[in-house]
């Protein structure tokens, strides 16, 4: 959309770099069928900042795909907005817009959505909460900034290989093992970040 409506230009090396990066994290995030392990603990109620897992011996459904992808172009057309009238307006006023816009809708729907059985967050939840809260706050800023300097396009595919993140942290922290699909996403990754970046 960034080259289509904003007319902006990442040539032939930047498109490929997009397509690797972006099909890298869909292998590298995906988890096969063989490895997947039903969760310790059945989750039936939400926890707050936990997302509800599926319960042992209830396999996974294609109802949420709809969701997902729905997700996918909404998060898309955010993002080209974002950047859009960051270019305007400037970095901080389009994320303290763009902020200011997202906490006032949950408000509205809290009294439609909210539940208040899901409340029941300890000290440490909060905490983890408010971290959650105040990296997506740098992640919005920074991004408002790639828009600000009209490399909407760029930013957008960047930004969208935070997957790995999490998946080399369960590697470092937590000794978890990448199998081959996952390990060719990763070059996949890197191929496509160095590419973008040429």
């Known amino acids: 959309l960034a080259v289509i409506i904003l007319g902006e230009h990442i040539g ?7 397509v690797l990066a972006v099909t890298g994290i869909a292998m590298a995030s995906a988890s096969s069928p063989a490895t997947a392990q039903p969760p310790p603990i059945a989750v039936t109620e939400p926890i707050v900042g936990v997302a ?6 209830r396999s996974l459904s294609r109802a949420g795909i709809p969701l997902a992808l729905a997700s996918a172009v909404t998060y898309g057309f ?34 439609i959505l909210g539940r208040t059985k899901a409340w029941r967050a300890d000290a440490s ?8 809260g105040l990296t997506d706050v740098v992640a919005l800023l920074a991004f408002a900034r790639g828009g600000q300097t009209g490399q909407v396009a ?24 990448l199998s081959r699909r996952q390990l060719l996403g990763v070059t996949l990754i890197i191929t496509g970040l160095i590419l973008i970046g040429l």
Request: no cysteine; glycine share 16%.
């Open 125 to 132: 939840g909060l905490i983890w909460a408010v971290a959650a």
């Open 154 to 177: 760029v930013t957008a595919a960047v930004s969208s290989v935070y997957p790995a993140i999490p998946l080399l942290a369960g590697i470092v922290m937590f000794g978890e093992r």
């Open 52 to 57: 509800p897992g599926p319960t042992r011996g």
């Open 12 to 18: 032939g090396t930047g498109a490929a770099g997009v």
């Open 78 to 111: 955010s993002g080209l907005l974002l950047g859009d009238f960051s270019a305007r307006a400037g970095a901080l006023g389009s994320a303290l817009t763009a902020h200011g816009a997202s906490v006032t809708v949950l408000l509205l729907a809290l009294p």
